[in-house]
């Protein structure tokens, strides 16, 4: 078998599809992804917890949330990186390997949308892909297999050209309860969790 590759050492494997999954305003996906994103595209360890094999090429997708919320977080992240936050951009958003984006509206299931997102990866040789979320990022049933395959293909068409996939889902209520599989707790179609 061949070794694996790390973005962060045993937490984050190269070229990967990595699904992340907790209760919707609850779980602290969002930072926990941002800080994971930023420490990545810095190269720099993060309080011990992540630990990023160089500088990598990050692009992290907000579809939930505030703008100025998203702008917070990331602010509060570079500090905790030891990073400046008045050194982010007012006008572009790309800052040192990290470039995101807020509400863009990007659809999965929209091939459009997905030769633009293609684009972006390889225009900006991206190595690490960050949805959040995946419920905002498409318009089908998340509960029918076959329209979930067809988000599931687009997540692998991304992975693809060249870069991990991170996506954030939602779980459902019952996932709740601490002696919950939390996969068991993803919303939706199992599709996502055999992707992962």
């Known amino acids: 078998m061949e070794?694996?590759?790390?973005?962060?050492?045993d937490l984050l494997p190269a070229g990967a599809m990595v699904m992340m999954s907790g209760p919707r305003k609850k779980?602290?996906?969002?930072?926990?992804?941002?800080?994971?994103?930023m420490s990545v595209a810095r190269g720099t360890d993060y309080?011990?917890?992540?630990k990023p094999v160089g500088p990598k090429r990050v692009l992290f997708i907000e579809e939930e949330g505030t703008r100025p919320d998203t702008r917070d977080r990331v602010g509060k992240v570079m500090r905790m990186l030891d990073i400046d936050p008045a050194s982010l951009p007012t006008d572009d958003p790309f800052y040192d390997n990290f470039l995101?984006?807020?509400?863009?509206?990007?659809?999965?299931?929209n091939p459009v949308h997905v030769s633009y997102l293609l684009r972006l990866v390889q225009a900006y040789d991206i190595e690490l892909l960050v949805l959040d979320a995946l419920t905002y990022m498409h318009d089908v049933d998340e509960n029918s297999k076959k329209d979930m395959q067809i988000i599931n293909n687009a997540l692998m068409n991304l992975r693809s050209a060249g870069c991990t996939v991170l996506y954030l889902v939602h779980t459902n209520k019952s996932s709740d309860r601490e002696d919950c599989d939390i996969d068991v707790g993803v919303r939706g179609s199992t599709v996502m969790l055999d992707a992962y």
């Open 3 to 9: 070794d694996l590759t790390w973005l962060a050492e």
């Open 27 to 37: 779980g602290y996906k969002t930072w926990f992804a941002l800080s994971l994103a």
């Open 47 to 50: 309080k011990g917890y992540f």
């Open 100 to 109: 995101w984006f807020h509400h863009l509206r990007l659809k999965l299931d």
